[in-house]
């Protein structure tokens, strides 16, 4: 029998979670449950960092980026004997469920509460759409939409100047940011884990832009972690006849006010979360597919593989 809920954030924020964690609050509110917020992540959730919500609580944060509850890491997580302190201070403060906004990490955080007997409810929230389970996690959007904005400031001035500007966006070995931006923007190349890499070829096409196409411009989209993208700028700039410029977006990607589509997202996997926790559902994750909130085992999520990209990078293809 369910009398309250807790919910943390955990792992790299995101844009949403705080529309996630309103949701969470609200709707559970709404159906007669107490709601804990839990500073920190899982370390406040082992010491025993936790907060009343309330209506008020949440009110005025649908629109801001980032987590009012915080996050951080703990590796230490993982041990058996931190997982039964966890369920012990859980306990200790009557808090029956928990609801997870964070990635995969946090998703087997919750799978190992649930086994532990305190049902747990995973929402998916980064930027780099990179967990199984969902077309679309919390934050996806936002961060597409600042990636966007970005390059297309970038292609006014490549175009003044005969530049190639090479933009490194964030994926962790993921490259949804990179192929989404890159159709987007109009960019010329992609280069992201699922295409792989290849220096010359990239050299070459681009003396191939420049002296048979006449662009003015170049736009380089690349995943992070897959070349020094500094050196790759100079390399362009010894090698064609673009003047080679690096821009690393970096975490400015990760914040700012989060999309309307990531707030009705993460609003209605937020509902869905406190759904499951109803029914008597733990060890779940929530997500949408096919344009559908639905859930799933987190251990059978976490097993199956990531859909697959290539229509995307096809149609890239054809548009260059």
């Given at each position: 029998?369910?009398?309250?809920?807790?919910?943390?954030?955990?792992?790299?924020?995101?844009?949403?979670?705080?529309?996630?964690?309103?949701?969470?609050?609200?709707?559970?509110?709404?159906?007669?449950?107490?709601?804990?917020?839990?500073?920190?992540?899982?370390?406040?959730?082992?010491?025993?960092?936790?907060?009343?919500?309330?209506?008020?609580?949440?009110?005025?944060?649908?629109?801001?980026?980032?987590?009012?509850?915080?996050?951080?890491?703990?590796?230490?997580?993982?041990?058996?004997?931190?997982?039964?302190?966890?369920?012990?201070?859980?306990?200790?403060?009557?808090?029956?469920?928990?609801?997870?906004?964070?990635?995969?990490?946090?998703?087997?955080?919750?799978?190992?509460?649930?086994?532990?007997?305190?049902?747990?409810?995973?929402?998916?929230?980064?930027?780099?759409?990179?967990?199984?389970?969902?077309?679309?996690?919390?934050?996806?959007?936002?961060?597409?939409?600042?990636?966007?904005?970005?390059?297309?400031?970038?292609?006014?001035?490549?175009?003044?100047?005969?530049?190639?500007?090479?933009?490194?966006?964030?994926?962790?070995?993921?490259?949804?940011?990179?192929?989404?931006?890159?159709?987007?923007?109009?960019?010329?190349?992609?280069?992201?884990?699922?295409?792989?890499?290849?220096?010359?070829?990239?050299?070459?096409?681009?003396?191939?832009?420049?002296?048979?196409?006449?662009?003015r411009h170049a736009i380089v989209v690349i995943s992070e972690k897959i070349a020094d993208v500094d050196e790759l700028a100079r390399k362009i700039s010894q090698n064609t006849g673009f003047a080679g410029r690096a821009t690393v977006l970096g975490h400015v990607q990760r914040g700012g006010s989060p999309s309307p589509r990531d707030r009705v997202l993460a609003s209605m996997m937020g509902e869905k979360a406190v759904d499951l926790l109803m029914d008597g559902v733990g060890g779940h994750c929530v997500g949408m597919i096919d344009n559908k909130v639905t859930s799933m085992p987190i251990e059978e999520a976490l097993s199956s593989p990531?859909?697959?990209?290539?229509?995307?990078?096809?149609?890239?293809?054809?548009?260059?």
């Amino acid at each position: 029998m369910i009398r309250r809920i807790g919910i943390l954030t955990s792992g790299g924020d995101a844009p949403g979670m705080n529309a996630a964690i309103r949701a969470v609050t609200r709707v559970a509110l709404a159906n007669g449950f107490e709601v804990m917020g839990i500073k920190d992540g899982y370390r406040g959730l082992v010491e025993g960092n936790y907060i009343p919500m309330d209506k008020s609580t949440v009110s005025d944060i649908l629109n801001r980026g980032g987590t009012v509850l915080g996050s951080a890491r703990l590796t230490e997580f993982k041990d058996l004997e931190i997982q039964k302190k966890a369920v012990q201070t859980l306990q200790n403060a009557k808090i029956d469920a928990v609801v997870v906004i964070g990635g995969d990490g946090s998703y087997r955080g919750a799978m190992a509460l649930t086994k532990l007997g305190i049902n747990c409810i995973g929402l998916p929230g980064t930027i780099d759409n990179d967990i199984p389970g969902t077309d679309f996690t919390i934050g996806f959007d936002t961060a597409l939409n600042t990636v966007v904005e970005a390059v297309d400031k970038l292609r006014d001035t490549s175009s003044s100047h005969h530049r190639c500007s090479v933009v490194e966006v964030m994926g962790n070995r993921c490259g949804d940011l990179a192929v989404w931006a890159a159709i987007s923007c109009g960019a010329e190349i992609v280069i992201t884990p699922e295409t792989g890499y290849d220096e010359l070829d990239v050299l070459e096409r681009l003396r191939y832009l420049d002296k048979a196409v006449k662009k003015r411009h170049a736009i380089v989209v690349i995943s992070e972690k897959i070349a020094d993208v500094d050196e790759l700028a100079r390399k362009i700039s010894q090698n064609t006849g673009f003047a080679g410029r690096a821009t690393v977006l970096g975490h400015v990607q990760r914040g700012g006010s989060p999309s309307p589509r990531d707030r009705v997202l993460a609003s209605m996997m937020g509902e869905k979360a406190v759904d499951l926790l109803m029914d008597g559902v733990g060890g779940h994750c929530v997500g949408m597919i096919d344009n559908k909130v639905t859930s799933m085992p987190i251990e059978e999520a976490l097993s199956s593989p990531r859909h697959s990209r290539k229509d995307l990078y096809r149609l890239f293809d054809r548009l260059v």
